[in-house]
């Protein structure tokens, strides 16, 4: 592995079905992002974490939860997935919260909620 | 709450010649990127502005920032089609937990 991973690479889902997006990374970055991309309105904030066992909400939280266990891995969960979640979902990383904080970014996952 | 805005939102460009994209941001901050997304890709950190006066430049394209004015340029010479791309401009608020990004600008180079 090399950098970031997601999976899946795309889905389709139920409205109302859980689903868990995965995020690893290898560069042993600190601090993690989850980001949703929708058409017109950029890159949207959904939650962070600054370091392994801490999390925080971004600008658009609802309807998602996270969970950092340890450094590598930083998993983004819909309990139930309504239509307007329909989005393309970057996992991000950065070295040190609180430093100049370049952030890489995964391939995205495409999820379609019907 | 910051906002950063970028101009133009949409760009067609012929070939040879040069434009420049502009990223405003509302709060102080002296912590610019620039990354380029090509379509159904990731993004690609392409420039990173941590001071005032900061410029960069890797091949045709050039990044400035002036935390005065609270703007940043990207410049493009001499446009050929490889740039086609979405170019974003974030800004980090010094908190070190978040970027804000602009909407992007797609830039199309033509013939």
């Known amino acids: 592995i090399a950098g970031i991973t997601q999976a899946p690479t795309s889905q389709i889902l139920a409205a109302g079905r859980r689903m868990t997006l995965r995020c690893t990374q290898d560069?042993?970055?600190?601090?993690m992002y989850w980001y949703r991309q929708d058409l017109g309105l950029g890159l949207r904030l959904i939650h962070y974490?600054?370091?392994?066992?801490?999390?925080g909400k971004g600008e658009v939280p609802d309807g998602y939860s996270v969970s950092r266990a340890n450094t590598d891995d930083f998993p983004l969960t819909l309990a139930s997935a309504v239509p307007s979640q329909t989005s393309v979902y970057f996992c991000?990383?950065?070295?040190?919260?609180?430093?100049?904080?370049?952030?890489?970014f995964g391939p995205g996952t495409r999820l379609t909620v019907l | 709450e910051l906002k950063v805005e970028q101009n133009p939102l949409f760009l067609s460009m012929q070939e040879g010649k040069n434009y420049t994209i502009y990223c405003n941001y509302s709060t102080t901050s002296d912590r610019l990127y620039w990354y380029r997304q090509d379509p159904g890709k990731s993004l690609e950190s392409l420039f990173v502005l941590l001071s005032n006066g900061a410029v960069k430049q890797e091949g045709r394209l050039m990044a400035s920032l002036d935390t005065k004015a609270r703007l940043s340029t990207l410049h493009i010479t001499a446009a050929v089609h490889d740039l086609s791309a979405t170019y974003f401009c974030a800004v980090d608020e010094n908190s070190g937990y978040a970027l804000n990004f602009g909407k992007g600008t797609s830039l199309l180079v033509t013939p």
């Open positions: 974490s600054n370091t392994a066992g801490t999390t």
């Open positions: 560069m042993r970055h600190n601090a």
């Open positions: 991000a990383s950065s070295r040190i919260p609180g430093e100049f904080s370049e952030q890489f």
